[in-house]
């Protein structure tokens, strides 16, 4: 969750901590501070808060020093505050310590220290990693080895990064299911969550395996294992723009982030699709195709684990891989499915998404799913996380950087990555002939014009937000694909606007939802089946007769709405299998702007941060 960055080098380090902290406020915003080694002691800035605070804190403070780390929180182990920042010193004020994750053992660790006399000023899993660097380092002498005896001790997932005033030559930085990256520059080098931070200065960087600790120095960078046995690697370059992270004029990146879409399903999807001439004739999966068609010909089922949207896309899938490929899907929350003791077999095909890459519960089905000896492939838009290195394939989504909290592109991009898969499966199984895989394929390859179409009608969606931003109630509703679609819908609506929305498939309403139904409720039907738009228009018809106000999201050019919507968005025709990715673009900019009418920031909405990395 949270984002932690460092810096070594001849530059100022609070300005460069500042600007990178910047960059990582999407993974969280309750408070921030940053730890500077001058000549002498470290000095230690925090506040509760977002990071413009801890900017006026220090406005007109100079704080000199060549050495930081710093730390933006989303808050596990105790409330937002001053004394709960990060980050967080042993008692002499020697040692500092930033960290994302969370130390499950932390309160027996917190209690052993506590007898051995340390007193406790915070709340915070984080200040038992201080202390306890700083026990094993009154022992030794030495910072490297006093990381590594506490890392043994650590139970949990941490990325952290540590200061020491007698090293005051070196930051220490070391990882354990929580991602950490380090930037390799010219005469100075970093630590961060993830890359942006340091684009502005090197796109050459060490993603650090489990267990791995780094020394950074002013010149150079020390890779070592647990055991404290030097590593050598490859650096890996980044070469996507830095300005794809900046809000190139738009008002907030989410509304960005929606825009880009129809260029992010481009990039995703016009590589593995092959052409002659101007036509597709197929679709292909270079990161998978070396295990031969045979896999896919002998798999029996398909078993599907993500989070929050991820999971949303899988649901979605679900009906794409069992319509097209005629092979049975079971699709489940990876925090729940982790824990139910699942029943797994050698053919099955285990898919998990994350768009992070980083997801504590999915990273941790990935692992039981290998441990059973089923074969794994990963969704993720993240080169280099530990979802892409750890699955024995990957799939990437080139969505490029998602800043915004609410994931909108990269949604849409892993639907579009799993329809492809979904096709090209069904066609090695022999469930599509040739000529229908041709029509699909090429219906696919022209989605990306289609959501086009949609942005440039935003402000018919946005015309019908300013009615009804202030309802108390938002019901999506839907059948088959439109039930799943409504899953993300609902999601995307209470992350921004805090508005109370739910998701319920359009055939439940009567057993019980409905009850809830009053004038003060929106509900919103997604058409795009063709063959259910009857049963759905009988479903309006009831909610209607309970006095509620009804938007219908439909590729329906006829009148089949027409006397039950007080709004209709049409989107463009298509398979109606495909419509997921053009009926989610509506209700993104439907949440996007109720959460701007309600005074709201999209873009950082309470509680929430964009990379899950603790269960």
Same mark, same amino acid.
């Given at each position: 969750?949270?984002?932690?960055?460092?810096?070594?080098?001849?530059?100022?380090?609070?300005?460069?901590?500042?600007?990178? &902290?910047?960059? !990582?406020?999407?993974?969280?915003? @309750?408070?921030?501070?940053? +730890?500077?080694? $001058?000549?002498?002691?470290? *000095?230690?800035?925090?506040?509760?808060?977002?990071?413009?605070?801890?900017?006026?804190?220090?406005?007109?403070?100079?704080?000199?020093?060549?050495?930081?780390?710093?730390?933006?929180?989303?808050?596990?182990?105790?409330?937002?505050?001053?004394?709960?920042?990060?980050?967080?010193?042993?008692?002499?004020?020697?040692?500092?310590?930033?960290?994302?994750?969370?130390?499950?053992?932390?309160?027996?660790?917190?209690?052993?220290?506590?007898?051995?006399?340390?007193?406790?000023?915070?709340?915070?899993?984080?200040?038992?990693?201080?202390?306890?660097?700083?026990?094993?380092?009154?022992?030794?002498?030495?910072?490297?080895?006093?990381?590594?005896?506490?890392?043994?001790?650590?139970?949990?997932?941490?990325? &952290?990064?540590? !200061?020491?005033?007698?090293?005051? @030559?070196?930051?220490?930085? +070391?990882?354990? $299911?929580?991602?950490?990256? *380090?930037?390799?520059?010219?005469?100075?080098?970093?630590?961060?969550?993830?890359?942006?931070?340091?684009?502005?200065?090197?796109?050459?960087?060490?993603?650090?395996?489990?267990?791995?600790?780094?020394?950074?120095?002013?010149?150079?960078?020390?890779?070592?294992?647990?055991?404290?046995?030097?590593?050598?690697?490859?650096?890996?370059?980044?070469?996507?723009?830095?300005?794809?992270?900046?809000?190139?004029?738009?008002?907030?990146?989410?509304?960005?982030?929606?825009?880009?879409?129809?260029?992010?399903?481009?990039?995703?999807?016009?590589?593995?699709?092959?052409?002659?001439?101007?036509?597709?004739?197929?679709?292909?999966?270079?990161?998978?195709?070396?295990?031969?068609?045979?896999?896919?010909?002998?798999?029996?089922?398909?078993?599907?684990?993500?989070?929050?949207?991820?999971?949303? +896309?899988?649901?979605?899938?679900?009906?794409?891989?069992?319509?097209?490929?005629?092979?049975?899907?079971?699709?489940?929350?990876?925090?729940?499915?982790?824990?139910?003791?699942?029943?797994?077999?050698?053919?099955?095909?285990?898919?998990?998404?994350?768009?992070?890459?980083?997801?504590?519960?999915?990273?941790?089905?990935?692992?039981?799913?290998?441990?059973?000896?089923?074969?794994?492939?990963?969704?993720?838009?993240?080169?280099?996380?530990?979802?892409?290195?750890?699955?024995?394939?990957?799939?990437?989504?080139?969505?490029?950087?998602?800043?915004?909290?609410?994931?909108?592109?990269?949604?849409?991009?892993?639907?579009?990555?799993?329809?492809?898969?979904?096709?090209?499966?069904?066609?090695?199984?022999?469930?599509?002939?040739?000529?229908?895989?041709?029509?699909?394929?090429?219906?696919?390859?022209?989605?990306?014009?289609?959501?086009?179409?949609?942005?440039?009608?935003?402000?018919?969606?946005?015309?019908?937000?300013?009615?009804?931003?202030?309802?108390?109630?938002?019901?999506?509703?839907?059948?088959?694909?439109?039930?799943?679609?409504?899953?993300?819908?609902?999601?995307?609506?209470?992350?921004?606007?805090?508005?109370?929305?739910?998701?319920?498939?359009?055939?439940?309403?009567?057993?019980?939802?409905?009850?809830?139904?009053?004038?003060?409720?929106?509900?919103?039907?997604?058409?795009?089946?063709?063959?259910?738009?009857?049963?759905?228009?009988?479903?309006?018809?009831?909610?209607?007769?309970?006095?509620?106000?009804?938007?219908?999201?439909?590729?329906?050019?006829?009148?089949?709405?027409?006397?039950?919507?007080?709004?209709?968005?049409?989107?463009?025709?298509?398979?109606?299998?495909?419509?997921?990715?053009?009926?989610?673009?509506?209700?993104?900019?439907?949440?996007?702007?109720?959460?701007?009418?309600?005074?709201?920031?999209?873009?950082?909405?309470?509680?929430?941060?964009?990379?899950?990395?603790?269960?």
């Amino acid at each position: 969750m949270c984002g932690i960055v460092g810096y070594i080098g001849c530059k100022q380090a609070t300005p460069v901590l500042i600007d990178g &902290l910047k960059k !990582l406020e999407y993974r969280g915003y @309750d408070s921030a501070g940053i +730890a500077v080694l $001058d000549n002498e002691d470290i *000095v230690v800035r925090k506040v509760k808060g977002a990071i413009k605070y801890l900017e006026d804190k220090i406005a007109h403070e100079v704080i000199e020093g060549s050495v930081g780390i710093g730390h933006t929180r989303w808050a596990t182990h105790g409330e937002p505050s001053d004394i709960n920042a990060h980050p967080q010193i042993n008692e002499s004020g020697t040692i500092a310590v930033v960290h994302n994750g969370i130390i499950e053992n932390f309160a027996s660790l917190k209690s052993w220290l506590q007898s051995e006399g340390v007193v406790f000023r915070s709340q915070t899993d984080t200040e038992v990693v201080a202390h306890l660097v700083n026990h094993y380092y009154s022992k030794t002498s030495n910072i490297f080895t006093a990381v590594q005896r506490a890392m043994a001790k650590i139970e949990g997932s941490y990325a &952290l990064g540590v !200061l020491c005033k007698e090293y005051p @030559d070196r930051i220490i930085a +070391a990882r354990k $299911d929580s991602p950490l990256v *380090v930037g390799l520059g010219k005469g100075e080098n970093f630590i961060a969550s993830d890359v942006p931070p340091f684009l502005a200065y090197t796109r050459d960087v060490y993603f650090l395996d489990q267990k791995q600790i780094a020394v950074l120095y002013a010149d150079h960078v020390d890779l070592f294992d647990a055991d404290g046995n030097k590593i050598i690697k490859e650096p890996y370059h980044v070469d996507w723009d830095f300005s794809s992270a900046e809000k190139d004029g738009y008002e907030h990146f989410m509304l960005k982030e929606i825009h880009e879409q129809p260029k992010a399903l481009t990039d995703t999807m016009r590589p593995r699709f092959v052409k002659e001439g101007d036509s597709v004739t197929d679709i292909t999966f270079d990161e998978i195709e070396a295990h031969g068609e045979d896999f896919w010909k002998n798999a029996k089922r398909i078993v599907i684990t993500a989070c929050g949207t991820a999971y949303h +896309a899988g649901v979605v899938a679900k009906y794409a891989f069992e319509q097209f490929a005629r092979i049975p899907v079971v699709v489940d929350v990876a925090s729940e499915f982790r824990y139910r003791n699942p029943i797994l077999y050698k053919d099955d095909v285990f898919i998990v998404i994350s768009q992070s890459g980083e997801t504590a519960d999915t990273l941790a089905t990935l692992r039981l799913a290998k441990q059973s000896g089923v074969r794994v492939i990963a969704i993720t838009n993240c080169v280099g996380s530990t979802v892409s290195r750890e699955a024995d394939d990957v799939i990437y989504t080139w969505a490029g950087p998602e800043i915004a909290v609410a994931s909108t592109k990269a949604y849409t991009t892993q639907l579009a990555c799993l329809y492809m898969l979904a096709l090209k499966s069904a066609h090695i199984r022999g469930t599509l002939n040739d000529s229908e895989y041709l029509r699909l394929v090429a219906e696919l390859a022209v989605l990306p014009e289609k959501v086009n179409e949609i942005l440039e009608q935003k402000s018919d969606v946005q015309k019908f937000v300013s009615q009804n931003f202030n309802k108390q109630k938002v019901f999506f509703i839907g059948r088959q694909y439109d039930s799943a679609s409504s899953l993300e819908c609902a999601l995307k609506l209470k992350e921004v606007s805090y508005m109370h929305s739910e998701a319920f498939a359009a055939g439940e309403l009567k057993h019980g939802p409905i009850a809830l139904v009053d004038p003060d409720t929106l509900v919103v039907a997604i058409a795009t089946q063709p063959a259910l738009y009857e049963k759905l228009t009988s479903n309006i018809v009831e909610v209607k007769s309970r006095f509620a106000s009804t938007l219908v999201i439909t590729q329906d050019s006829g009148e089949s709405f027409k006397d039950s919507a007080d709004q209709i968005v049409h989107i463009p025709a298509t398979e109606p299998a495909f419509a997921a990715i053009l009926s989610i673009i509506p209700a993104q900019l439907f949440a996007y702007y109720c959460a701007v009418l309600r005074g709201n920031d999209p873009d950082k909405p309470r509680n929430l941060a964009k990379s899950v990395t603790v269960e």
